[in-house]
């Protein structure tokens, strides 16, 4: 006999030989769940109790296939969507089979595919702009989404009728900043979907304002330094920086007992970091190699791959460090993008974490002070105000961006001091220091590069070149 084990809709269930009995561990899916984008997510895990190999998918809807094969893998995760499917309730069932030709079911599961289409709040946050609301950063923030049962195609925001933002193709939703005149501004938000229906809306009396600046320069390292460069090379340090990876699924999002994320931690299909010629030459003078890292098609949604060096330059009396790199997206329809350098002394590593969040269109900052299970710490985002400078997530595809990050360790803790893109200084003064929770028995430090997709699983690559650290 032989068991297999699943998730679908993202909860745990088993998949057993048709001789055995088939339970849902989890008390959702309900009959009746209401989906609002239009598409059936399935992600399923699959085992057989012998240990056979899984060497085949069906997913069901209706009783009938559908197009969806997946052959010689333990998992998958898919959506069918409108039009292969129709608006209005269904049930949904996956089979997988073993490699000895056993198959087993998954529960039937109710779901209706809502057949509304309008805008409403994005995930996270609420709508805005909203009529008469104020802004005093000297941006609009635009954060939106839609409810529809198509596919979205493109989403276009006008400014006192003057178009201000246009989507990457098929986004589901819109969080940016926009910056505009000081005064009173009225914003139209339009969206489409693949049938050309578009549904709109418009917020009046919008006030912008903006307030004093607070803009120190950014930190000058003093002659005492020491600067480790050129990370991005095959010989950086004389060979002495090992990169390793791709990590992908839970090697790359989960951590520590996070047992429900390792079971469903998307995967991406990447490449192993490579050193290639520099595809655009740098604004500044350059030895023409790049290090590349790349996102490949096959990728599940939200997957992600980490790349990581081996521990290197190990000075336990420098606590200051300024993280210099060129960068360069080919997409910027991607979720994510984290760039984090670590320190480790004493037993004790301080993970300074950041990303560029795409999703969001903010600066994220990693709080490693402890917490307790199941909460983990979290990403602490930067919203622009004038004591920041307006720090806004908003890099550029296929052009090189400068970052410089400025970040700081004692004892026990660590703080951000400041992020300086293309030349422009962004204090982080008002992000509180981190206690930090991770041991390390070795000391060092270590350098690590993280790529998300989003929910369209965009093939991308990522170019760091000049990558240096100084460290005082």
Known sequence: MYRLEGVLLGILFPIVAAAETVTITSPSPTAGQLITNGCIQVFAVAKSNVGAGISGWRVYVDGKATAFRAPNTARISTRVCVPSVSIGNHTVKVRAWSANQVFGDSPLVNVTISGAYKIVAPSGEALTPTTGQSFNNGMIRVATSAYSPYQLTTWIVYIDGQRAFTSYPGAIQVKTDLEVPLGTHTVTVHVWDVNQVMRSYTATNVVVTKGPMNIPPFVKPPSTAITLRNLDDQGALQGAVKWHGPFTGAAASCRGADLVCKAMAPVAVAKSIQFVPTPLPLPVASDG???????????????????????????PAKV?????????????????LELDLSFSMNGKEFMMGTQCDFASGHWDFWDDTPAVLPAHPHWQKVSPTPQNNDLVCNIQPNQWTHLRFNMAHDATSYHFVSLEIDGVNHSLSELPASLTTRRRSTNGTAVQVQLDSNNSATPFSVYI??????TW
Do not use: C, K
Request: charged letters at 10%; glycine letters at 8%; aromatic letters at 14%.
């Open 289 to 315: 190699m790049v290090a590349r890292f790349q996102i490949l098609p096959g990728t599940e949604q939200y997957g992600n791959a980490g790349y990581g060096t081996s521990l290197f330059d190990n000075h």
């Open 320 to 336: 200051n460090y300024v993280s210099d790199m060129w960068v360069m997206l080919t997409s910027t329809n991607i979720q994510t």
């Open 465 to 470: 070149d000049d990558f240096n650290i100084t």
